[in-house]
């Protein structure tokens, strides 16, 4: 059997959320998809992610969301966390805070081991990424049939080197974060289906989501500005992986655009 996973790269701004959960079931129907993981850190009308659209992306089709950099930016998702097993935060934050770095998700006989962290590059010193993903490979081991990781941040090369750091021991790794898709998309020499950026679940018309006039003007000026998401039409970008029940290992991955 194969066991269709759709990854879709960031969700930014309730256009994009909006459009996934009016035509996600639709999407999943057409392209014989299995389960959804989706980054949702960036859903909300004013960055971030919060409870009623990461509600509506679950109930609407998406099976797991990733987040990033941007989770805690609303203090409501702190418990919505801790309530919910669909939803992952970086597994590099300290201990201490809300939610986990992986879950463990049921779908058709299978479960769905779905891990994320934060790279360090350009972003927060949290933990080691490296690290972290080794001590939940650890934690989660024989109990899961599929493992995804979502490794959210900034450098490609530091995505780069942890796919080679895992090529074997993940079935899918996608990166996020830089709302651009790559076109880099591989089966690995040890088996694990890669590809550096997913892209953005977003108006392509705008800078990363953002309207046009508020970054050039940032960039210009160097003045604080207001960052507001674009109108403009939304385009979903993602990637598909086939995995194979018997041989037990992604076989096939394809660019997702929508
Ligand atoms: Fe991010």
Redesign the pocket.
């Known amino acids: 059997m194969i066991f269709r996973i759709l990854a879709l790269g ?1 969700v930014a701004g309730p256009n994009a959320a909006a459009r996934i959960t009016r035509e996600l079931f639709d999407i999943r129907r057409r392209n014989e998809i299995d389960f959804v993981v989706c980054n949702g ?2 859903s909300a009308a004013t960055n971030g992610i919060d409870v009623k659209t990461a509600n509506e992306l679950i109930k609407y089709g998406v099976d797991c969301i990733t987040t ?3 989770t805690f930016k609303r203090r409501e998702i702190r418990e919505y966390l801790d309530e919910t097993k669909n939803i992952v935060r970086p597994g590099n934050f300290p201990p201490e805070v809300a939610g986990m770095g992986y879950t463990i998700l049921p779908e058709k006989g299978l479960r769905v081991l779905v891990m994320n962290v934060l790279g360090l590059v350009y972003l927060e010193p949290l933990s080691c990424p490296f690290r972290t993903v080794d001590k939940m490979l650890k934690a989660a081991a024989g109990k899961y049939d599929i493992s995804i990781l979502d490794i ?1 941040a900034e450098a490609t090369s530091e995505k780069i080197a942890m796919s080679h750091y895992f090529d074997g021991r993940i079935d899918i790794i996608f990166g ?2 830089t709302h651009v898709q790559t076109a880099d998309e591989r089966i690995m020499p040890n088996g694990t289906a890669y590809i550096t950026d997913l892209g953005m679940c977003g108006p392509d018309d705008s800078v990363l989501g953002i309207k046009k006039e508020n970054i050039i003007e940032k960039l210009m000026m160097h003045l604080p500005v207001k960052f507001d998401f674009s109108d403009n039409p939304v385009t979903l970008h993602g990637a598909v992986f086939d995995y194979d029940t018997e041989k037990k290992k992604v076989v096939k991955v394809e660019r997702f655009e929508n």
């Open positions: 960031d850190e960036n990033g950099n941007h959210h996020t974060h």
